[in-house]
């Protein structure tokens, strides 16, 4: 067959032979580049990087946030309730109300508005009521790790980085060629970092030790530090928090659940006077709550109708409001014309909201003879009706939905006062209930007490404590579908499919270095010659920024994965998905972007190289890290360029105000919501990101000093973006708050970091040949896991619970007074029962209080919104709610 195969080339013609060549090689080519240089990290394109490549990166980056800064300062103004939400409501800058003023800014005050001076000047301390405790350690967080990184660019930037620049050898036998580099060259942004130094002044090591010592040490006064503030300030803000003192309990024994007095009773056999009301869960609680939501609805669809109704007369007549002479009437001090104008653009967009009353008909059928014969037919009949008359039907109408909700709805409620509500008719359906309750204790000592105790318990009744959880921030279907066998099995399908997923993620990681290596299509490809870029300034541009840029994009998507894998769980409230979120979205961000993009760009080399040497790790870090640390360094930067930016410009909410809320028709409740609740945060997967790059931070200070002044400056700017949101805009209860719980997590996980520096420095050490310093490390290693271990019990075991005795001082203060109907709302949530009737100041609002109170059972509020002379609807700026 062999012989055949031969005999057949070579009757084969010459072009065949020459395209067949042809096109192999350029197979070969192709596969070769992009599989050699894959298996290489993709952090390592940088490793030659020049001084002007890298800085033409950072310039990049730096204009396009100073262009995001520039947009917001000109939006801040224009769209205020999304960048100044606060001021809307709180009136933080003036105490006029939302009209056109009399005064001309300064350019300065138009981009500023005072607003930057503020943000430097407020402190953190007053951000805990307003944020939460998460918000609030959060920010501590960032303040800490910047004042810890600023401390170490004084003491090590002005050492390392001329010791670097000292320490290179022309001969080719120094370390820049272990690492694969090139020559070094003088326009290298390498010779700032440990990859230049030479193997004959391998001496100089010394004072790397040394510093490595001194950070260690440093980060663990650091540690202890923040984690005894940390224990001290949950346990004293935790006891004056809402919902506190109500724990949530599992498998009820069957001879208690009959009533809720016998649930009481049984705790308070333990310790008199303990629990003070008791709730069971009924088996229809998702009617239930399915029964709230559509009240809710029709609320709100309630108050939507009475708004246009009142629009479509004010615009009747509105324009007499703007040429009248009462001098009562506050006139703008600008043209009729311009005023006009106004008020003609917001009654088209009121029109274009309500175009529904254009195309309403009302069908009727008329009996109708017809002529040729004696049959009879109905004909329909279409009548169209005005758009007041729609209103008023559409109204009648969704009265009626309401009050039938509304009365189904009563028939879930408990009444009170009676002796047993399962005799009550209609009160059928509260007769079964589940084996679960919730029970509100006289403190939020002796609920944490009965808590922990609930908690170490290893029957089968009486368990699955959860203490605190908000009404609103509780997953019903996993409180009330909860089995221990079903939920072993989420766990463990929740945890494979996290594992999947960190592992799967390398191909879209691995993307990053295949597009790096687009220019070698140039010049295999014919024809190609045509898409390469000429300027070498925009190629180094691309070269530096792309593939951050990529990385930042493919991580961003993780944490919805991770949140709905939470869900599968069977996490019981948002609280609790926060907190497993940040362990597993710290852990894919510590393997994606630090060791697949450092190590390789795909996890299968980084594998074999474990499996065939296991202790060839700091070998690995060794090698792999100084040529990774050009890309960290602008990755750095780079990131808070971008989160930054991304804080103040928010294009996502404001994508959302011009497509979604501007269209729709706006309630003044409504208002209020948006005004109060289009920011909020999820610390869980917030955390994690500044936890990584605190963990960069710290592995590169002594390979690449020059990263610490950079994540001073990019920490800094997320932290005053921070700064203006709570100032500026956040205004809403954290209903997921974890209390602090995950401060003290992030300050554990940035001992990786630690690890990391240290096993690459043993590497280090080792290839310059200098054992001494490589044992020492390898003893210091050793020591900061025993450490580690110490701190973890002593403090962040414990930080899950309180500790009892720190509670006696506040036994007899405790903030929370037992009230049963903070209970109750965990099963029957509060409902609408205020409809907000915008005033105007032609008294049309007024004209139709005698029909809004004969027809509503609602009560109707004229006092909280208005609606101003050109036709916008605006909240009261002095009511609070």
């Not at 935790?238 to 009773?265: C, G, H, R, W």
């Amino acid at each position: 067959m062999d012989a055949a195969i031969k005999d057949h080339k070579c009757v084969a013609t010459s072009n065949d032979i020459y395209v067949d060549t042809k096109s192999w090689n350029l197979t070969h080519k192709l596969i070769s580049s992009f599989l050699n240089t894959a298996r290489a990290g993709s952090a390592h394109k940088d490793a030659d990087m020049s001084v002007n490549s890298f800085f033409l990166g950072i310039g990049a980056s730096a204009g396009y946030f100073l262009f995001q800064l520039f947009a917001f300062s000109l939006l801040r103004r224009i769209a205020s309730n999304i960048y100044q939400s606060n001021s809307v409501l709180r009136r933080y800058e003036n105490n006029s109300t939302l009209d056109f003023s009399n005064r001309n800014p300064s350019i300065w005050e138009r981009f500023t508005s005072k607003y930057v001076p503020r943000i430097f000047k407020e402190s953190i301390d007053n951000y805990e009521a307003i944020v939460g405790l998460d918000g609030f350690l959060f920010m501590r967080f960032l303040k800490k790790l910047i004042l810890l990184f600023s401390l170490l660019s004084l003491g090590i930037v002005p050492v390392l980085i001329p010791l670097h620049l000292t320490s290179s050898d022309n001969n080719k036998n120094d370390l820049t060629r272990v690492f694969n580099s090139t020559q070094p060259q003088s326009n290298r942004i390498d010779k700032i970092n440990m990859s230049n130094i030479s193997m004959k002044k391998s001496d100089r090591l010394v004072c790397h030790f040394i510093f490595a010592l001194i950070i260690i040490v440093a980060f663990q006064f650091f540690i202890v530090a923040e984690l005894k503030y940390a224990y001290g300030k949950i346990n004293t803000t935790v006891i004056t928090k809402s919902y506190q003192n109500i724990v949530f309990v599992d498998n009820i024994p069957a001879e208690v659940l009959k009533d809720d007095s016998k649930i009481m009773e049984y705790f308070n056999k333990i310790q008199p006077n303990s629990v003070v009301a008791a709730a069971r869960l009924p088996n229809n609680i998702f009617e239930i709550r399915k029964t709230h939501k559509n009240i809710e609805r029709h609320a709100y669809i309630i108050e939507k109708i009475i708004s246009k109704i009142i629009l479509e007369k004010f615009f009747k007549v509105g324009h007499l409001l703007l040429s009248t002479n009462d001098p009562s009437v506050e006139i703008p001090p600008t043209s009729l014309m311009v005023l006009s104008y106004h008020q003609l653009c917001q009654k088209i967009l009121f029109n274009l909201r309500s175009f529904d009353k254009y195309f309403y008909c009302e069908l009727k059928f008329k009996l109708q003879k017809i002529k040729p014969s004696k049959y009879f037919v109905y004909i329909p009949q279409f009548k169209r009706k005005s758009a007041l008359e729609y209103q008023y039907d559409s109204l009648d109408r969704e009265i009626h939905y309401y009050q039938k909700y509304l009365d189904l709805w009563l028939t879930y409620f408990p009444k009170k006062n009676e002796p047993d509500s399962s005799t009550i008719p209609g009160n059928e359906k509260m007769q079964e209930y589940s084996n679960k309750a919730f029970l509100l204790f006289n403190s939020v000592s002796q609920a944490m007490q009965f808590y922990q105790l609930l908690q170490s318990s290893s029957v089968c009744q009486w368990n699955y404590p959860m203490i605190g959880a908000h009404p609103k921030d509780i997953i019903w279907i996993n409180i009330v579908g909860r089995n221990p066998i079903t939920i072993t099995l989420r766990k463990l399908a929740g945890r494979l499919i996290g594992v999947l997923v960190i592992l799967g993620w390398i191909v879209p990681i691995a993307f990053i270095g295949l597009v790096t290596q687009i220019p070698y299509l140039t010049n295999l490809l014919p024809y190609s010659n045509h898409f390469n870029v000429t300027s070498k300034c925009l190629r180094d541009v691309t070269k530096a920024v792309f593939p951050l840029v990529t990385l930042i994009f493919l991580t961003e998507f993780v944490p919805y994965i991770f949140r709905v894998i939470s869900y599968l769980k069977g996490c019981r409230t948002g609280a609790e998905i926060e907190m497993d979120i940040q362990r597993w979205f710290f852990m894919f961000l510590l393997v994606h972007i630090f060791f697949v993009v450092t190590i390789s760009s795909g996890l299968s080399l980084l594998l074999e190289k474990l499996l065939i040497s296991p202790v060839s790790i700091p070998n690995i870090l060794a090698h792999d890290l100084p040529k990774s640390s050009n890309f960290f360094c602008s990755f750095i930067l780079l990131r808070g360029f971008a989160y930054s930016g991304g804080n103040i410009i928010r294009l996502k909410e404001l994508f959302f105000e011009i497509v979604y809320y501007r269209p729709r028709m706006p309630t003044p409740h409504n208002k209020m919501q948006r005004l109060k609740k289009n920011l909020f945060f999820q610390w869980g997967s917030i955390y994690p990101l500044f936890t990584v790059i605190g963990c960069i931070c710290i592995i590169y200070s002594i390979i690449a000093p020059f990263i610490l002044p950079l994540a001073v400056l990019s920490l800094s700017l997320v932290y005053y973006s921070f700064k203006y949101l709570f100032i500026y805009q956040f205004n809403s209860e954290n209903i997921s708050e974890t209390h602090g719980k995950l401060y003290p997590e992030a300050l554990s996980q940035l001992y990786a970091g630690i690890y990391c520096m240290e096993l690459s420095l043993i590497g280090l050490f080792a290839l310059f040949n200098c054992y001494k310093l490589s044992t020492s490390m390898a003893f210091m290693s050793i020591l900061t896991v025993l450490i580690h271990a110490e701190i973890s019990k002593k403090f962040i075991r414990r930080l899950h619970n309180l500790h009892l005795n720190s509670l006696h001082d506040y036994t007899s203060s405790d903030s929370i007074s037992p009230r049963a109907e903070s209970l109750e709302s965990y099963i029957f949530p509060p409902i609408t029962n205020e409809i907000w009737v915008p005033t105007d100041q032609m008294g049309i609002a007024e004209n139709e209080r005698p029909y809004l109170q004969a027809s509503l059972s609602l009560k109707c509020d004229f006092e909280k919104a208005y609606i101003t002379k050109f036709g916008n609807i605006c909240i009261n700026p002095d009511i609070s709610e």
